[in-house]
Structure formats: structure tokens, C-alpha cells
């Protein structure tokens, strides 16, 4: 069970911190301009140049491996929802860490999710 | 029906440039939606076949990842993950992380419904409430503006 749950926080903490770390990059790197594989690859080009794409990276990795272990003894449609808790996280860094702006809308779109995430986690 | 505004947006009709913002944005998180429960449910095949991972010994968890990797499934996983991430990090690149993230979240409904089709997995119904929920609230979040940050319109 500790086991699960130390899972479970590499999982949604670590992952999401690593996703932060591409969102970071990517912002840095500058915005797609056209819906174009050459614009699309020249873009992910230039965003492999950005030092938050390997931390990233790195912890995706991480978080990567953990759910792997996690899907060898939990079912995937227990695994996956419960791992939106990483939405309250990933706004909290999206507002100290990528400087966003998290309108109530969003709070409460935020909010709802996590609701629904107990309900699946209570349903277990 | 047109989202309602936010206290990021005017009440003016929204530009080209907005409009090319939204497309892309949906475009991008339509991928992700696809791409990601496809990986993920292939991921869970392909472990389900090795059974059950022992993290102790080491060499145990060594054996059980070499039989893992050495599938086709876990590769066609792999493969839509890498599309997955592409369309997430070209998402990040035209829109908000606390946008494309719980945007993302209607791959879960895509992921549950496979796992009952194809893995035969017993959803309850207050499993399928759940999603439903999360569903609801990333409509919310949809209702948003995609950017407010850098250039935002």
C-alpha cells in the first residue's frame, strides 16, 4: 500500500513538475505560428535547445517509469483519473512558476475535476 | 454556443488572430485526447501480459522491464506517447499549461471507455459519475481564454 501511494505522488508530483518544466520551455521557445510540420519541427528543434526541456524531460522520465510499475498491478481506469489530482498542482505552478493567470472560471473547473477524481477513487 | 467571456478578453468580436489561437489550441489538445489513453491503454496491455512487478530484488525488476520492453505493444504505446507529448509541447507553445492540462483531462472518458471495450475492465457507475464530473469542469475550464500570458489578445 506505501508502495502505491510513494507511486502515486512520483506519478502526479514529479510528472507534473515535469510538465511545468516543458511548459516553461516551450513559452521561452515562442509560439507556433501555423498548423505545419516543417513550423511544427522547427519549433521542437529550437525547444530541444531549452534547458527546462531536459529537466522536464528528466522528471517525466521518472514519472513515466513509476506508471508503468503502477498499471502492472492497478487497472487503467483507476490509474489514470486518479492521476488529475495533478490539475490543482499543475495550476498552482502555472501561476508561480509559468506566471498565469487562473481566472475563478478555471478554479472551479479545477475544483470540479478534483471532485470527480474522489468520486472515481471512492468508487474503487 | 460561444464560451462567456473572462476578465482576459474584450467584449469586442474576437480578432483572426484569436480565432487562429482557438484553433489551434483544439486542434492540438484533439490529438493529445487521442494519442494519450490510446498510449497509455496500450501501456497497460502490455504490462498486464508480463503480470504483476516485483521492485525487490533488483534483478527481479530488471527481468520484469526486460520482458516488457521486449514487446511490440509496449512500443506502439511508446510511439502514441511521443505524439502525445509533441502535441502537448506545441500546445504549451500557443496556450496556458492551466488551459491545454485540464483541457486534456476528456482523454479520460476516451481511456475508461476503452479500458471497458477492449481490456474488459468493470467500471462502476459512480466511476462513470466521476467522469462525468471531470468532464463538467473542464468544459469550465474550456470556457476560459486559452492564453494569458506573453502576447495574449
Redesign the interface.
Known amino acids: 500500500m506505501t508502495?502505491e501511494y510513494i507511486l502515486f505522488i512520483l506519478v502526479i508530483v514529479v510528472g507534473?513538475g515535469g510538465?511545468?518544466c516543458?511548459?516553461r520551455?516551450?513559452?521561452e521557445?515562442?509560439?507556433?505560428k501555423r498548423?505545419h510540420p516543417s513550423d511544427?519541427m522547427r519549433?521542437?528543434g529550437r525547444?530541444l535547445r531549452v534547458k527546462w526541456i531536459w529537466i522536464g524531460v528528466a522528471m517525466m522520465a521518472t514519472a513515466?517509469f513509476s506508471?508503468?510499475?503502477l498499471?502492472?498491478?492497478e487497472?487503467?481506469?483507476?490509474v489514470?483519473?486518479v492521476t488529475?489530482l495533478?490539475?490543482l498542482v499543475?495550476?498552482v505552478?502555472?501561476?508561480f512558476f509559468?506566471?498565469?493567470?487562473?481566472?475563478w472560471?478555471?478554479w472551479?473547473?479545477?475544483?470540479?475535476?478534483?471532485?470527480?477524481?474522489?468520486?472515481?477513487v471512492?468508487?474503487? | 454556443m460561444n464560451p462567456?467571456l473572462?476578465?482576459?478578453q474584450t467584449e469586442t468580436a474576437p480578432s483572426e488572430v484569436h480565432k487562429q489561437l482557438h484553433?489551434?489550441t483544439y486542434?492540438?489538445i484533439g490529438m493529445m485526447i487521442i494519442t494519450g489513453?490510446v498510449g497509455?491503454?496500450l501501456?497497460?496491455k502490455s504490462?498486464?501480459q508480463?503480470?504483476?512487478?516485483k521492485?525487490w530484488p533488483l534483478s527481479e525488476l530488471i527481468s520484469?522491464f526486460v520482458r516488457?520492453f521486449s514487446s511490440f505493444t509496449i512500443w506502439a504505446g511508446i510511439s502514441c506517447?511521443i505524439a502525445f507529448i509533441?502535441a502537448?509541447?506545441?500546445a504549451?507553445?500557443?496556450a496556458?499549461?492551466?488551459?491545454v492540462?485540464?483541457a486534456a483531462?476528456l482523454g479520460?472518458a476516451v481511456?475508461?471507455v476503452l479500458?471497458?471495450t477492449i481490456?474488459h475492465?468493470k467500471?462502476?457507475?459512480?466511476?462513470w459519475?466521476?467522469?462525468?464530473?471531470?468532464?463538467?469542469?473542464?468544459?469550465?475550464?474550456?470556457?476560459?481564454h486559452p492564453r494569458?500570458?506573453?502576447?495574449s489578445d
Open positions: 508502495l507534473t510538465e511545468l516543458l511548459g520551455a516551450m513559452k521557445t515562442g509560439e507556433l498548423l511544427a519549433l521542437l525547444a513515466f506508471l508503468v510499475t498499471l502492472s498491478f487497472e487503467v481506469s483507476f489514470v483519473p488529475a495533478s490539475y499543475g495550476a505552478g502555472g501561476i509559468l506566471g498565469e493567470r487562473v481566472s472560471q478555471r472551479v473547473g479545477i475544483g470540479l475535476v478534483c471532485i470527480g477524481v474522489t468520486m472515481v471512492i468508487s474503487r | 462567456p473572462t476578465e482576459t484553433l489551434k486542434l492540438l489513453p497509455n491503454l501501456l497497460a504490462t498486464k508480463v503480470g504483476e512487478i521492485v520484469a516488457i506517447l509533441i502537448y509541447m506545441l504549451l507553445s500557443v496556458d499549461y492551466s488551459f492540462q485540464p483531462a479520460y481511456i475508461a479500458g471497458v481490456l475492465e467500471v462502476a457507475p459512480l466511476h459519475a466521476g467522469i462525468a464530473v471531470i468532464c463538467l469542469g473542464v468544459s469550465f475550464i474550456r470556457g476560459t494569458t500570458t506573453g502576447n
